[in-house]
């Protein structure tokens, strides 16, 4: 198998691909003549040409005799196209691809690999060079309005007639039979460079082309073709001499307009081809703001118009000493110069100790369009050898997308950018990488990330750090990517089953220890007591209340340390991560809890045996599946748990707030609950005394179901019946303050139906006249017509 080399970049983490070293290969010779760009028209050098291309009145005439009306010439040399390309061009021509855009990208491409051609060759022997302008290794764009001609010009190598006709025409190329083939399956034009035929990509928005090339070893040729199954091939007498690489013209199909707006090409130029090594310029337009001579007859007109003194004054003392300063005006006035487009170099292919950092910061910014001052989190710069070869930059964006999360199910685009030879390719990949690393492929830079933060470093070695001030610019750095990507790392652990405990490394939470501070797993099991088996866990919507959750009272007590999750997406997340490093995960609002051994509990059992039982009873229409003495209680009365594997509190709010929520999968899905009782508490101890001894009080049972209600409500249930619940509670306020429970409210006196009207004054006011209007007596509708 041959090896493959792919260099791509990544956004927000881009990740820089070669595509495979053969169709490397194929590119560059198919194309070798077909690469060579145009020469746009000459122009001035007063006008801030740089040598290239020229507007000379001349040769502007003579361009206009030859192009203007589209026909091949007469005295030109005829040939058909073979029948693979004109398969190819057809397809090309009659097709409904959207993205017309590639086609700029594959002639920059081609001028590029013309460009590396004549620079290799310049290796050994400087002469093939030649002088001045010729010698400059770069590609022009230029672009006519009123003819609507694109002009895209190398001065790379350069083909010699017999390259014209082989390259662009009559040899069928393996490529081109490959191309076919994938366009009739696919229909996807995209990659057509990977088969060596990218230069046909220009019929998408050309009707009508002109390649003109010199080669040092021949003459200045054309090549022409309307795409109708032939092109001619003739000695270039007429177009301005080129000295050395090709030209193209492009007449554009009136569809495709868009091309003649230098926003448009500079947009395309800074999307795929922004990485060239070679110089690629655009003879753009701009306004600037000139100082002219005021002509005699406006001079004179705005003399007349003059009334301030100050100005008589002035013109009378400059006629005084003869000299009279000529008037100006500013005018804004089109120029145009020469712009170049791509200054950022492609540091992947360089190597990672000659890149420094303002070198990479610059490159993300260029990448991400992110024109912030912010430096990216990090980034990794690498090269990977095997069956497939790549270069890699890797960045960790300063800060997460306003809509990351949003459109995480809705969007297949990963933040990859493929670049082949220097040459967007593409940027949608669905398999690529998984949804979660949307932003980047490399957990160990994480983790290094992580390593490097000194927060993040254990007691041990934090003291022996802080006396060094190593690293003191990257103190907090993990904590901030947490922040902004902390819930990628956690969906990754639900998607991504293989990466799931390197995933869990990078985990970070706060804890009833952790002080405010966050804190990973890894650090947890070395802080956890002396036997202990599992890592507790609850989660809830906020830190502030779950700190106050009854369900920690004894955990806290006896030393034991328990996370906080607040995040809704957790609920989901510790559905797949059942176990780190040996532990296993309890949550502590669930059954299964152990907390040490505790000597007394059968005997408590026992005592609370008839209590027990006789709750559950009470409690038989409120789905509760047992009543138990609970482990975790210290301070209040009861609690309700669910069972192991069902829903939690936290999670049936969740589920009830989705819009297109399932009732009969929740029914379902929710966990059995279970009352556990406190048989140290007071209110507790009494309930029992009072079963004992009147099983059958009603006041007895209103005390229970109250205490019920209450425990759902506090262990972070939605109550049923929350009208029930206040009149239990209004019931208990009335005993409290002695009234009797019979007692109600009060019936509100209705008024008499029929009511007299009132006599109406309306006083109105009109130019201080008061008119006082009469009484007028209004009529109540009797009860019938009611």
């Not at 040399?77 to 691809?97: C, G, H, P, T, W």
């Not at 600037?288 to 004054?313: F, G, H, L």
């Not at 050898?385 to 969007?411: C, I, M, T, W």
């Not at 506090?714 to 208990?732: H, M, Q, T, V």
Request: contains cysteine.
């Amino acid at each position: 198998m041959r090896k493959k080399t792919i260099v791509s970049v990544m956004f927000l983490f881009s990740l820089l691909f070669l595509l495979p070293e053969q169709g490397r290969k194929l590119h560059a010779n198919a194309e070798e003549s077909s690469n060579d760009v145009t020469d746009p028209p000459k122009v001035e050098e007063k006008l801030g040409g740089h040598g290239g291309l020229s507007t000379d009145s001349d040769v502007v005439h003579r361009e206009s005799e030859s192009i203007s009306k589209k026909s091949l010439r007469s005295s030109a040399e005829k040939f058909e196209f073979q029948a693979e390309v004109s398969r190819l061009m057809d397809i090309i021509i009659n097709s409904l691809y959207s993205n017309k855009d590639i086609f700029l990208r594959e002639l920059i491409s081609n001028g590029s690999d013309a460009l590396d051609k004549i620079r290799f060759l310049a290796l050994t022997d400087k002469d093939v060079l030649g002088e001045g302008d010729t010698a400059k290794l770069e590609i022009q764009i230029k672009l006519d309005k009123a003819k609507k001609i694109l002009s895209i010009r190398d001065r790379g190598i350069g083909m010699t007639k017999e390259d014209l006709i082989k390259n662009l025409g009559t040899i069928a190329k393996s490529g081109t039979s490959a191309f076919v083939e994938k366009m009739q399956s696919s229909g996807d034009l995209n990659l057509i460079g990977q088969f060596g035929v990218g230069f046909y990509s220009a019929y998408l928005v050309a009707d009508y082309i002109e390649v003109i090339s010199k080669h040092n070893d021949d003459i200045q040729h054309v090549w022409e073709s309307k795409a109708d199954g032939k092109f001619d091939v003739s000695e270039d007498t007429w177009n301005e001499p080129l000295g050395r690489g090709t030209e193209i013209r492009l007449h554009l199909r009136d569809e495709a307009g868009e091309y003649l707006e230098e926003s448009k090409l500079k947009d395309l130029v800074k999307r795929y081809s922004e990485f060239i090594n070679f110089p690629i310029h655009l003879w753009a337009s701009k306004e600037v703001e000139t100082e002219v001579p005021v002509e005699e007859d406006e001079s004179a007109e705005e003399e007349s118009e003059t009334t301030s003194t100050e100005e008589e004054k002035e013109e009378d003392a400059e006629e005084e000493d003869g000299e009279k300063k000529q008037k100006t005006k500013k005018v804004k006035e089109t120029v145009h110069e020469w712009e170049l487009l791509n200054d950022v170099k492609a540091i992947w292919l360089r190597s990672p100790k000659e890149v420094t950092e303002e070198e990479y910061t610059k490159f993300y910014h260029s990448l991400a369009k992110d024109f912030s001052e912010e430096k990216p989190t990090a980034w990794s710069h690498f090269n990977a050898e095997g069956d497939v070869e790549f270069k890699a930059v890797l960045y960790v964006p300063p800060k997460s997308a306003h809509d990351q999360y949003e459109r995480y199910y809705n969007s297949n685009k990963a933040n990859l950018k493929l670049f082949v030879r220097r040459v967007f390719i593409s940027d949608e990949f669905d398999e690529l990488l998984p949804k979660y690393l949307s932003f980047l492929k490399a957990l160990d830079m994480i983790r290094k990330l992580a390593e490097e933060d000194p927060d993040e470093v254990h007691d041990d070695d934090k003291k022996d750090m802080e006396k060094s001030g190593e690293n003191d610019e990257k103190k907090g750095q993990y904590t901030k990517f947490w922040k902004d990507f902390g819930k990628s790392i956690k969906l990754g652990i639900i998607e991504d089953a293989s990466n799931r405990n390197r995933l869990a490394k990078l985990l970070r939470f706060e804890t009833t220890k952790s002080d405010g501070k966050l804190t990973s797993l890894d650090q947890y099991i070395k802080r956890m007591k002396k036997g202990q088996k599992d890592v507790f866990y609850i989660i809830g919507s906020s830190k502030q209340q779950l700190e106050k959750s009854p369900f920690l009272e004894r955990l806290i007590k006896k030393g034991y340390e328990v996370i906080f999750f607040t995040d809704p997406v957790d609920e989901y997340l510790m559905q797949y991560l059942m176990d780190y490093e040996d532990k296993k995960f309890q949550n502590v609002s669930k059954e299964g809890l152990k907390v040490g051994k505790d000597s007394k509990v059968k005997e408590l059992k026992e005592a609370f045996k008839e209590l027990t039982k006789w709750w559950k009873e009470s409690l038989a229409g409120e789905n509760v599946d047992d009543v138990k003495i609970s482990n975790r209680l210290a301070d209040t009365p009861c609690i309700v748990v669910t069972s192991k594997f069902g829903w939690s509190a936290n999670m049936e709010r969740i589920m009830q707030s989705q819009t297109l929520s399932d009732a009969k999968k929740q029914a379902y899905m929710r966990g059995k609950r279970v009352l556990e009782i406190n048989p140290r508490h007071p209110i507790i101890k009494e309930l029992k005394d009072r079963v004992a001894s009147h099983p059958e009080d009603k006041s007895v049972k209103e005390t229970a179901q109250l205490m019920y209600q209450t425990a759902l409500i506090e262990s972070g249930f939605i109550l049923n019946d929350p009208k029930d619940f206040a009149g239990r509670i209004y019931n208990s306020v009335k005993s409290s303050l002695k009234i009797s429970p019979d007692a109600v409210a009060e019936e509100e006196v209705e008024a008499d139906e029929t009511e007299t009207s009132e006599e109406a004054t309306e006083t109105k006011s009109d130019g201080g006249l008061n008119i006082e209007a009469e009484p007028v007596e209004k009529e109540t509708p009797t009860k019938d017509e009611l």
